[in-house]
């Protein structure tokens, strides 16, 4: 396949070869099996990428959140949810507000949870992917989704874990079921092995710097080569995680021996209490784990992925993430020598507070202590990882040099509690999400990297690593593409059904800057209000983008964004705001699908068209533009006009027409309990 291909330099010296090769098999991927096993009423249709299909999670999480998916699922007027032991509620994101009315909100989070017999965990216990990775409810081959972007790290344990959002979840809760659309997928090829030092977290930032124009943007990725072999489960645990950045909706690992290994381990190690309403139903036994690698689900030899890449392991080094974007990566050789000053340090998330986490900076800051005027935050993924932690001395040696410690939970890496980046302020962090405004400021400069180099930054004042991770010889880093040949999706006339509009017209307002993430749409620090209105959304549209956007915008106008928009977070008010402050309709150069989904579940449509985008000169970064002129979006013809051109609009399917008629799931789902 890789016969003729096209070899490129580019930046940081890494080598890319780019090949193209037409795919003819017809074999099933892995998502595809482990979708077709989930999916209802599972009848001789084989599952394939792109189709609408209607699954059956094994599980369904919500944190903070729950409160809002409480208030969508009382909607329905349900007394009880579907199955009990489907949801799980786990308390992690605003865990250090010890306000009374967050007080009060959790309480009723877990009266909702004993009612409805469904199992909880309280602030403090740990963040909710740790929580559903270590307690047993994640498990290979089955589908496991929750109302948060990260669900994607559940693939380093071999299962399809991908985001789905509030209102979803609510439908979840009521059916037991939901929509899901099978992502095309894109195997993603490890070979050889990292050198000694060098971390998941550095391969995963090198996929994001490497591959930085959207190559998996709404894929999902299978991870497969020789390479996996020599991972161990923690660092699989943090690429799938991350799999969120680089734009995927999941990222899935196989099942091996080591896998095995880490599940026996689970079942076996002294059991914390479990404070839920009923006793745990998603415990693993060792029969079950025996069954895994004897039963675990595999893809077909001639599966047809949309394309390949292909990491050299061996070729990676320590990588900086940054600032303010995962889609840039420096070597941490070159970034140590411009001794960039450091302010804050942060040791949290679900990414990388794992024991074999906190032993790595540990092993940095024994016998040291923190730099000057420089303030390490350290918290653990759970309680159980604290107290393993402790046992081996690692905790004990992280606040012997001076680190903060935090609670169990997200914390800074929402934009939550104590430590957040001030103005001008310069942060580096082993989370794994660095957007402009994310962690404090919009005026504080972000930086992502793995737990060692946090570490030795914070010693040192400056980004640098530790003397071992330096005297790693340079290399450039070897990566390539195969795209395979499938066809596109059509466009053409549109069947609608009744009460889709044949046409939209509306002033076109410009936001052309690439990657607008949900932070920039709308700041985190509103996430967690469930009192907030349909008109404050309004008012905060935008706010880390262009300030004066709400002020602005005017009703039924359309925007034109550049590409990957909507990437980030899976909140919902990033679509609700843009609605409530008058937008009608969405186009840009590509969006994330889990914004996509956010905005059709609440009756919001989002359209791709790139030839349009393209034609746009970049303006100056985030400012919206305002441009007094209309833009006409006509389904019947399948056209959009702009300025005298015309452009060929994508289809849009009868799932996406009836939520836009209906105004969203809610009402969808309020129809099928009806019938």
Same mark, same amino acid.
């Given at each position: 396949?890789?016969?003729?291909?096209?070899?490129?330099?580019?930046?940081?010296?890494?080598?890319?070869?780019?090949?193209?090769?037409?795919?003819?098999?017809?074999?099933?991927?892995?998502?595809?099996?482990?979708?077709? *096993?989930?999916?209802?009423?599972?009848?001789?249709?084989?599952?394939?990428?792109?189709?609408?299909?209607?699954?059956?999670?094994?599980?369904?999480?919500?944190? =903070?959140?729950?409160?809002?998916?409480?208030?969508?699922?009382?909607?329905?007027?349900?007394?009880?949810?579907?199955?009990?032991?489907?949801?799980?509620f786990?308390?992690?994101?605003?865990?250090?507000?010890?306000?009374?009315?967050?007080?009060?909100?959790?309480?009723?989070?877990?009266?909702?949870?004993?009612?409805?017999?469904?199992?909880?965990?309280?602030?403090? %216990?740990?963040?909710?992917?740790?929580?559903?990775?270590?307690?047993?409810?994640?498990?290979?081959?089955?589908?496991?989704?929750?109302?948060?972007s990260?669900?994607?790290?559940?693939?380093?344990?071999?299962?399809?874990? #991908?985001?789905?959002?509030?209102?979803?979840?609510?439908?979840?809760?009521?059916?037991?079921?939901?929509?899901?659309?099978?992502?095309?997928?894109a195997?993603?090829?490890?070979?050889?092995?990292?050198?000694?030092?060098?971390?998941?977290?550095?391969?995963?930032?090198?996929?994001?710097?490497?591959?930085?124009?959207?190559?998996v943007?709404?894929?999902?990725?299978?991870?497969?080569?020789?390479?996996?072999?020599?991972? %161990?489960?923690?660092?699989?645990?943090?690429?799938?995680?991350?799999? %969120?950045?680089?734009?995927?909706?999941?990222?899935v690992?196989?099942?091996?021996?080591?896998?095995?290994?880490?599940?026996?381990?689970?079942?076996?190690?002294?059991?914390?209490?479990?404070?839920?309403a009923?006793?745990?139903?998603?415990?693993?036994?060792?029969?079950?784990?025996?069954?895994?690698?004897?039963?675990?689900?595999?893809?077909?030899? =001639?599966?047809?992925?949309?394309?390949?890449?292909?990491?050299?392991?061996?070729?990676?080094?320590?990588?900086?993430?940054?600032?303010?974007?995962?889609?840039?990566?420096?070597?941490?050789?070159?970034?140590?020598?411009?001794?960039?000053?450091?302010?804050?340090?942060?040791?949290?998330?679900?990414?990388?507070?794992?024991?074999?986490?906190?032993?790595?900076?540990?092993?940095?800051?024994?016998?040291?202590?923190?730099?000057?005027?420089?303030?390490?935050?350290?918290?653990?993924?759970?309680?159980?990882?604290?107290?393993?932690?402790?046992?081996?001395?690692?905790?004990?040696?992280?606040?012997?040099?001076?680190?903060?410690?935090?609670?169990?939970?997200?914390?800074?890496?929402?934009?939550?509690?104590t430590?957040?980046?001030?103005?001008?302020?310069?942060?580096?962090?082993?989370?794994?999400?660095?957007?402009?405004?994310r962690?404090?400021?919009?005026?504080a400069?972000?930086?992502?990297?793995?737990?060692?180099?946090?570490?030795?930054?914070?010693?040192?004042?400056?980004?640098?690593?530790?003397q071992?991770?330096?005297?790693?010889?340079?290399?450039?880093?070897?990566?390539?593409?195969?795209?395979?040949?499938?066809?596109?999706?059509?466009?053409?006339?549109?069947?609608?059904?009744?009460?889709?509009?044949?046409?939209?017209?509306?002033?076109?307002?410009?936001?052309?800057?690439?990657?607008?993430?949900?932070?920039?749409?709308?700041?985190?620090?509103?996430?967690?209000?469930? &009192?907030?209105?349909?008109?404050?959304? *309004?008012?905060? *549209?935008?706010?880390n983008? &262009?300030?004066?956007?709400?002020?602005?915008?005017?009703?039924?106008?359309?925007?034109? %964004?550049?590409?990957?928009?909507?990437?980030?977070?899976s909140?919902?008010?990033?679509?609700?705001?843009?609605?409530?402050?008058?937008?009608?309709?969405v186009?840009?150069?590509?969006?994330?699908?889990?914004?996509?989904?956010?905005?059709?579940?609440?009756g919001?449509?989002?359209?791709?068209?790139?030839?349009?985008?393209?034609?746009?000169?970049?303006?100056?970064?985030?400012?919206?533009?305002?441009?007094?002129?209309?833009?006409?979006? =006509?389904?019947?013809?399948? #056209?959009?006009?702009?300025?005298?051109?015309?452009?060929?609009?994508?289809?849009?399917?009868?799932t996406?027409?009836?939520?836009?008629?209906?105004?969203?799931?809610?009402?969808?789902?309020?129809?099928?309990?009806?019938?």
């Amino acid at each position: 396949k890789m016969a003729g291909a096209k070899v490129s330099v580019g930046m940081l010296g890494a080598r890319r070869c780019l090949s193209y090769s037409r795919v003819l098999c017809a074999g099933q991927t892995l998502i595809e099996k482990i979708a077709q *096993a989930h999916m209802v009423q599972n009848d001789q249709h084989l599952v394939r990428s792109m189709d609408i299909i209607k699954i059956k999670p094994k599980h369904v999480m919500t944190h =903070d959140n729950t409160a809002a998916v409480m208030n969508k699922f009382q909607q329905l007027k349900l007394s009880q949810v579907a199955n009990p032991r489907q949801p799980v509620f786990t308390l992690d994101h605003n865990v250090q507000d010890t306000s009374e009315k967050n007080r009060q909100k959790y309480l009723d989070i877990q009266e909702f949870a004993a009612r409805m017999q469904v199992d909880f965990y309280p602030a403090g %216990t740990g963040i909710g992917h740790q929580i559903m990775c270590e307690r047993g409810y994640v498990t290979p081959g089955s589908m496991v989704v929750a109302s948060d972007s990260h669900s994607n790290m559940y693939g380093g344990l071999g299962c399809l874990g #991908t985001p789905v959002v509030r209102t979803d979840a609510a439908g979840i809760w009521a059916t037991g079921s939901a929509w899901w659309q099978v992502p095309k997928v894109a195997k993603v090829e490890l070979v050889n092995k990292l050198r000694p030092g060098v971390s998941g977290k550095d391969v995963i930032v090198a996929l994001c710097g490497a591959f930085n124009n959207d190559e998996v943007l709404n894929h999902a990725v299978e991870f497969a080569g020789d390479g996996v072999e020599a991972l %161990t489960v923690d660092e699989r645990l943090t690429i799938a995680n991350m799999t %969120t950045e680089w734009g995927a909706l999941a990222g899935v690992f196989p099942v091996d021996d080591k896998l095995q290994q880490w599940y026996t381990r689970q079942v076996t190690r002294q059991q914390l209490p479990i404070p839920s309403a009923q006793p745990l139903s998603s415990r693993l036994d060792q029969s079950d784990v025996d069954a895994m690698l004897t039963h675990a689900l595999q893809p077909d030899e =001639d599966a047809v992925y949309a394309k390949t890449l292909r990491l050299d392991l061996a070729s990676v080094v320590p990588y900086v993430s940054g600032p303010n974007s995962v889609k840039v990566m420096n070597r941490i050789d070159t970034m140590s020598q411009e001794r960039i000053p450091v302010n804050k340090a942060y040791l949290v998330s679900c990414v990388n507070a794992r024991v074999s986490d906190l032993k790595a900076a540990a092993d940095v800051l024994r016998n040291t202590t923190i730099a000057p005027g420089v303030e390490f935050y350290v918290a653990p993924a759970s309680e159980e990882v604290r107290q393993e932690s402790e046992a081996n001395e690692d905790w004990q040696a992280l606040l012997a040099a001076g680190c903060i410690p935090l609670p169990a939970g997200c914390g800074p890496c929402i934009g939550l509690g104590t430590g957040l980046l001030e103005d001008g302020e310069v942060g580096i962090s082993a989370t794994n999400r660095n957007f402009k405004g994310r962690m404090g400021s919009p005026n504080a400069l972000a930086y992502l990297a793995s737990p060692a180099v946090v570490a030795a930054s914070a010693v040192a004042g400056y980004i640098t690593a530790p003397q071992q991770l330096m005297d790693t010889p340079a290399q450039d880093l070897v990566f390539s593409e195969t795209v395979h040949d499938i066809a596109p999706p059509q466009t053409g006339e549109i069947d609608f059904i009744d009460g889709f509009p044949s046409r939209i017209e509306g002033e076109c307002v410009l936001c052309l800057d690439d990657n607008i993430n949900t932070d920039g749409i709308y700041p985190g620090k509103y996430t967690y209000r469930e &009192d907030i209105s349909d008109q404050e959304q *309004a008012r905060v *549209a935008m706010e880390n983008y &262009d300030t004066a956007f709400a002020s602005l915008v005017k009703p039924g106008s359309i925007l034109v %964004t550049g590409f990957n928009f909507g990437t980030g977070s899976s909140r919902e008010q990033a679509a609700t705001a843009l609605k409530h402050a008058g937008v009608q309709l969405v186009i840009c150069g590509s969006v994330n699908e889990t914004y996509k989904r956010n905005a059709l579940n609440n009756g919001l449509l989002v359209l791709e068209l790139p030839q349009l985008v393209r034609t746009f000169e970049n303006g100056d970064a985030n400012t919206a533009i305002f441009t007094g002129q209309p833009i006409v979006a =006509d389904f019947a013809s399948s #056209t959009l006009t702009w300025q005298n051109k015309t452009y060929p609009l994508p289809s849009v399917s009868k799932t996406a027409q009836e939520l836009i008629v209906l105004g969203g799931l809610e009402e969808w789902i309020m129809r099928q309990l009806a019938s």
